[in-house]
């Protein structure tokens, strides 16, 4: 040990150490420098996480608010809706409110087919008039036609004076999936070209062939209004193409003074669409594609937001190229994580714009339904009806759907958030 004027040792400085050992000096300027690029790193990353869970609890309070008892259900027409639109509306600033008209129906009546008398809610159900009618018809003033597939649903191939059956095979399936729509409130857009349906229990009939039928159809209609939200996230005039993006906000209201919170339909969706419509509009992308965000009415009620969006709406663009719908996004098993893509473009499409994305949904099971058709199924039917290809993302049907159990708290909201953040990759992608 050698000895100090200070009474004892101490240790050197780093610049002591420095000039008494030049390479460590060096080690130890090294160490500093990752120890501070470490450290922007670790900051990096945990701004990134703090942004990621930022939209993470933005998605589960859009989903509690649209959900909660406040609005009901949001039944379209109902103050419920009202409310969540101007819900969308906060969130968003600047949107534009499309109004259209939708009809109330009190239905009832009978029809004969061959020789069979067929009951209401019953036998049948029917949507899509805006008269009485009570007519005999014979094969020439009707199209029959399987239930559930869209390729017989295209609206511009029917004469819209003829009659539409639906022939259903699976009639107590068909009731526990869309009887509701009947049971209850009952919605059509009126119009002239708009196509006259019924949906028929196939069982009920005595012969295959149709060769007359007899309508004694009752109505009893009330006029109301409702409205799409359309939300112009990116344009430029010298864009030649048009993406839609969209969701509905609407649901099915109370029953038997239960209200249906519609989490995950749609309230999922809404937030998703909600957060990508966010994080686009924060960057300064310049995209060869305008992106339209939309939020539909009326969905539950058959489709009537879509279809006036696309056949009659002044916010509708002729250069549209491509849909984008998200429906029911917020239910994950967790032992079966699966993101579903219903595929409704034509050609090579699929694998052109999943081709390099697929890595981002690294928690789930990519499960692609090509052309899967089902007139149903939810808005992008519309598009697809016109020719515009469309892509539907959805994580499946469970027991919760269309039920006063569809609540906030059995959504996934990690999973939502991987969600909503790979959809970000791929809408940039499509866009530039």
């Not at 501070?36 to 990134?48: D, E």
């Not at 663009?317 to 967790?334: H, P, Q, R, S, W």
């Not at 990519?366 to 994580?395: C, K, R, W």
Request: glycine content about 6%.
């Amino acid at each position: 040990m050698c000895n100090s004027p200070f009474g004892g040792g101490r240790k050197s400085t780093a610049f002591e150490v420095s000039a008494l050992a030049p390479g460590r000096g060096r080690i130890m300027k090294s160490i500093k420098l990752i120890f501070c690029k470490n450290l922007l790193l670790i900051c990096g990353l945990l701004l990134v996480e703090h942004a990621f869970s930022q939209h993470q609890n933005a998605l589960r309070t859009h989903v509690e608010m649209l959900s909660s008892p406040l609005l009901a259900g949001r039944e379209t027409g109902s103050w419920g809706q009202k409310l969540a639109a101007l819900y969308i509306q906060t969130v968003l600033g600047e949107v534009s409110f499309d109004q259209f008209q939708l009809t109330y129906i009190e239905d009832g009546g009978t029809i004969i087919i061959n020789s069979d008398t067929l009951t209401y809610k019953t036998d049948f159900f029917y949507s899509g008039f805006d008269a009485h009618i009570s007519a005999a018809l014979n094969p020439n003033d009707f199209i029959v036609s399987p239930c559930l597939k869209a390729e017989n649903y295209k609206l511009s191939s029917f004469d819209s004076e003829k009659i539409v059956f639906y022939l259903v095979d699976d009639w107590a399936d068909f009731l526990e999936r869309f009887g509701h729509h009947f049971v209850s409130n009952r919605y059509t857009l009126s119009g002239e070209n708009w196509n006259k349906e019924i949906f028929l229990n196939a069982a009920t009939l005595s012969a295959s062939n149709f060769e007359n039928a007899q309508l004694n159809l009752l109505e009893k209609t009330t006029i109301f209004y409702t409205e799409n939200i359309i939300f112009p996230l990116y344009w430029n005039e010298n864009n030649t193409e048009t993406i839609v993006i969209c969701a509905h906000y609407d649901h099915l209201g109370e029953q038997d003074s239960v209200y249906y919170p519609g989490a995950d339909d749609n309230a999922s969706g809404v937030a998703v669409l909600l957060e990508l419509a966010q994080l686009l509009a924060q960057d300064t992308f310049t995209f060869s594609k305008n992106i339209q965000i939309v939020f539909f009415s009326a969905e539950e009620q058959g489709l009537f937001g879509s279809e006036h969006f696309v056949y009659k709406s002044l916010f509708f663009k002729e250069n549209t190229t491509l849909c984008i719908n998200f429906d029911m996004v917020g239910f994950v098993y967790a032992n079966n994580p699966a993101i579903y893509i219903i595929d409704y473009a034509p050609g090579d499409l699929y694998d052109d714009v999943f081709g390099g994305i697929e890595d981002s949904y690294v928690q789930f099971s990519l499960i692609h339904h090509e052309n899967f058709l089902n007139e149903f199924s939810s808005d992008h039917i519309s598009f697809v009806t016109q020719g515009i290809p469309a892509y539907m993302f959805f994580t499946g049907l469970h027991p919760y759907y269309h039920s006063p159990l569809d609540t906030p708290n059995r959504l996934n909201y990690d999973a939502m958030n991987v969600l909503t953040f790979s959809l970000l990759e791929l809408i940039i992608q499509l866009a530039k």
